[in-house]
T-cell receptor
Framework: EPEVTQTPSHQVTQMGQEVILRCVPI?????FYWYRQILGQKVEFLVS????????KSEIFDDQFSVERPDGSNFTLKIRSTKLEDSAMYFC?????????????FGAGSRLTVL | DAKTTQPTSMDCAEGRAANLPCNHS???????VYWYRQIHSQGPQYIIH???NNETNEMASLIITEDRKSSTLILPHATLRDTAVYYC?????????????FGTGTRLKVLA
């Protein structure tokens, strides 16, 4: 069964450092998403991406965050200058269509720990 | 904000059916109801979705009321591995774009 692959599975970084989380969505999918989950809290929407641009972003997704699909297969989330409160699980998801039934497939997540 | 409300937690005996309710009273006519689950901190796992009719797959059944304001996810024979947080999600549409907002879900504990 097709999977969404995320790397790294766990990253530890110092506050203020840049972090790039990588995702390989399912190959024929066109819509891409990032979510995050702070330990013990709910899964929060960060950003959606379609046709090489951001479709929508949440208030969490401030100027420190950016997304990119650099080569047609990878979908990356960059945090420019990490803060302690960025420590969380980050989940990438993709889907094949926007209208109608639109099942998101999630990756296993990348755990980010900011020290 | 999530467009769904669910009980915070439920227990179910192993081997029995687990019935997880969800209210989505503001759902629009063409929006689907999706169910996912999350085991520990793993990525949310898709279970099932439906529009109007009841649906069944190898994991679960989904019963949607005729007015579509609520639904119930049924795990017919719950096992210990079904212990997870279950999320009922209705897509949120704003300015022509779509996003899926997770609520707090129902924490299902399957008891031996």
């Amino acid at each position: 069964e097709p999977e969404v692959t995320q790397t790294p599975s766990h990253q530890v970084t110092q506050m203020g450092q840049e972090v790039i989380l990588r995702c390989v969505p399912i190959s024929n999918h066109l819509y891409f998403y990032w979510y995050r989950q702070i330990l013990g809290q709910k899964v929060e929407f960060l950003v959606s991406f379609y046709n090489n641009e951001i479709s929508e972003k949440s208030e969490i997704f401030d100027d420190q965050f950016s997304v990119e699909r650099p080569d047609g297969s990878n979908f990356t989330l960059k945090i420019r200058s990490t803060k302690l409160e960025d420590s969380a699980m980050y989940f990438c998801a993709s889907s094949s269509r926007g209208l109608g039934a639109n099942v998101l497939t999630f990756g296993a997540g990348s755990r980010l720990t900011v020290l | 904000d999530a467009k769904t409300t669910q009980p915070t937690s439920m227990d179910c005996a192993e081997g029995r059916a687990a019935n997880l309710p969800c209210n989505h009273s503001t759902i629009s006519g063409n929006e689907y109801v999706y169910w996912y689950r999350q085991i520990h901190s793993q990525g949310p796992q898709y279970i099932i979705h439906g529009l109007k009719n009841n649906e069944t797959n190898e994991m679960a059944s989904l019963i949607i009321t005729e007015d579509r304001k609520s639904s119930t996810l049924i795990l017919p024979h719950a096992t210990l591995r079904d212990t997870a947080v279950y999320y009922c999600i209705v897509r949120v549409t704003t300015s022509g774009t779509y996003k899926y907002i997770f609520g707090t879900g129902t924490r299902l504990k399957v008891l031996a």
